[in-house]
């Protein structure tokens, strides 16, 4: 009886250190295959769960490590922040473009440096990502530089939840798009002076007199500016001008 509860108790007590080894994270810990088969059967089965987790275990630090080097090495701005928009990490391309150095950045949220009149539709997009009322979205906004100047970026946003569906973190993948949006901005401006310019020379056909004229540049020239009154004339020889045209102000003029 005596060397019953032995071969029993022994393996046993195995087993129950194992376990704590297990639980420490010393995943390289075995356990004695002794006993009788059963208990053999169960120490094996220990052992190859033990195996197991390590071979998770290194999978895991593997794809962390991965990840943590696309993450640093990425030709665009990436960030993970904090549900409350804090950045908890960002790379050295988000630090290039927007001019902070990182421990500075981690020090700040998303909103300190999102342009005001962009941020009220951003927040609208984060409070929706929060509800669950999208997985995801794309957007193009402004961020002001440290040194205060304007940097247009193309974003694409999205939510890290955990198993119970809580918010963990935001991931951004942010794209510095200001050269092209000054060169789209060139070419509106550009077919918008066109289309300008057209119309003048088609209404100036019609006109009779240079005031005429005058009064269609002007009208074409505050549908431009959105200005609200002007004047067209040209100096004579004694330094006065000669107006063509003068817009009307809409109030009493002293």
């Known amino acids: 009886a005596l060397f019953m509860s032995r071969s029993i108790t022994r393996p046993v007590a195995e087993l129950i250190r194992g376990a704590g080894e297990i639980g420490k994270g010393r995943l390289d810990y075995r356990i004695p295959v002794t006993g009788g088969y059963e208990m053999a059967q169960l120490a094996a089965s220990f052992n190859e769960m033990a195996a197991q987790r390590k071979r998770e275990e290194e999978s895991l630090r593997e794809n962390e490590e991965r990840f ?45 440096i999102t342009h005001p009149d962009d941020l009220a539709e951003d927040l609208d997009r984060h409070a929706r990502l929060l509800k669950g009322d999208i997985p995801f979205y794309h957007t193009e906004k402004r961020f002001i530089h440290k040194q205060g100047h304007e940097v247009w970026a193309h974003l694409a946003v999205s939510l890290f939840r955990d198993g119970e569906g809580n918010p963990v973190h935001f991931t951004g993948q942010i794209q510095d798009i200001t050269e092209a949006r000054r060169a789209r901005d060139k070419v509106i401006r550009q077919s918008t002076l066109l289309t300008a310019i057209n119309r003048v020379f088609r209404e100036s056909m019609t006109c009779e007199t240079e005031s005429d004229v ?17 004047f067209i004339g040209e100096l004579n020889e004694a330094g006065r001008f000669n107006n063509f045209a003068i817009s009307d102000p809409g109030w009493d003029a002293c």
């Open 68 to 112: 943590r080097s696309f993450f640093a090495a990425a030709a665009i701005g990436m960030v993970m922040a904090s549900p409350d928009g804090r950045f908890v990490q960002v790379n050295g391309a988000m630090c290039e473009m927007t001019g902070y150095p990182a421990e500075e950045l981690l020090r700040r949220d998303f909103q300190s």
């Open 214 to 230: 005058g009064t269609v540049c002007l009208e074409v020239a505050q549908e431009l500016t959105g200005s609200q009154f002007g």
